[in-house]
């Protein structure tokens, strides 16, 4: 085990050394290493992560959320049970405690999620509506919620996860009763509501090219044709290593290009079968290489946010049982190989 461990450590070591990160005099000498975020802005682009109301209790968490990243996105406190508990009473507080962080950091602020079939109020799920009844609903929360935040948030996830695996639409409440069409709709309205923010519709599972990125590929290319107001596509990127590294994720990303639209990496985190092996780190971090390097290769891939940095607070362990270990810092907030590996591909 102590072997290991040097092994470990001797690679750390390696890695730091062609990642630029410098220790002892030296590093003291020129100051502070440049964090994820500087590395990132000198290619153009972001480095954010997403967190949570209940986290910002925790000081040594909440001066890294701040000082390591650029841009932040609100895990719940923007989504439709939070903002909008009883029909047509709203409230912002979750939202703004994060919005407010962010301004303290000088950090920007994806809006998180407008349109979703998951975390909806009782009021909405717990009874059936007329089309035109839904219909009115959903341009109100919308436009409430939209404008509450303009100005605020540089991008929406407005639509979030709307095909099944399949490419097939996803049958929620919003489907079933308006069918198709609803998608249309809440783009026009968020834009309505505020002129400049980014729009985008955002999925799990569509790194690489296939039936469920294909889906999104021809629902772009129809919306655009439309005139819908639609700026870009957000990639979750939740990935498993026992699954497989998404080799198609750069052609993907330049195809979405090619119909003049951005992309961005909005949920990243990269799980393991417990328990963590050096190998398994190993494999995470080049992975985490592989994706920032994709998305650095593409010019409209405008930035990475992993879905919040630290096991410590990880949605994995509670939704993949045996699972974990997703993200660039471990539960102590130390960096892991991941973390340098990303450094590596922003230098």
């Not at 409230?91 to 303290?104: C, M, Q, T, W, Y």
């Amino acid at each position: 085990m102590r072997k290991n461990r040097l092994r470990l450590a001797g690679a750390l070591a390696a890695v730091l050394v062609a990642a630029g990160v410098a220790s002892g005099p030296a590093a003291q000498a020129h100051g502070e290493p440049p964090t994820l975020a500087d590395l990132a802005q000198r290619h153009g682009r972001y480095f954010g992560s997403a967190t949570d109301n209940p986290e910002l209790v925790d000081g040594p968490y909440k001066a890294l959320l701040g000082s390591e990243f650029d841009q932040i996105t609100p895990g719940n406190g923007m989504k439709w049970y939070a903002t909008e508990p009883q029909q047509g009473v709203f409230d912002f507080s979750k939202g703004d405690e994060i919005v407010n962080l962010a301004r303290a950091n000088h950090q920007k602020v994806r809006g998180h999620t407008l349109v979703w079939h998951s975390q909806l109020p009782g009021w909405l799920t717990g009874r059936e509506w007329t089309a035109d009844e839904l219909r009115a609903v959903l341009k109100n929360h919308i436009q409430k919620e939209v404008r509450h935040y303009r100005g605020k948030v540089f991008a929406w996830d407005v639509v979030n996860e709307a095909f099944n695996e399949d490419g097939t639409y996803r049958e929620t409440v919003f489907y079933k009763t308006l069918g198709p069409g609803y998608i249309a709709d809440a783009l026009r309205w968020a834009r309505q509501a505020d002129p400049k923010v980014k729009l985008y519709l955002n999925d799990y599972n569509i790194e690489a090219v296939g039936p469920k990125s294909d889906a999104y590929f021809r629902l772009a290319k129809e919306l655009k044709a439309q005139g819908v107001p639609l700026d870009g596509i957000g990639l979750q990127a939740h990935l498993a290593l026992q699954y497989g590294y998404p080799t198609t994720l750069e052609d993907n990303l330049r195809r979405f290009a090619g119909l003049r639209l951005d992309t961005a990496l909005t949920e990243v985190d990269i799980r393991m079968i417990l328990p963590v092996t050096e190998e398994k780190l190993a494999q995470q971090a080049e992975w985490y290489r592989d994706l920032t390097g994709a998305c650095l290769a593409v010019r409209r891939c405008v930035g990475i946010t992993v879905w919040d940095y630290t096991d410590k607070y990880s949605w994995i362990p509670a939704f993949f049982e045996g699972e974990g270990a997703a993200l660039p810092w471990d539960e102590e907030l130390r960096p892991k190989p991941a973390y340098f590996a990303i450094r590596q591909a922003l230098r």
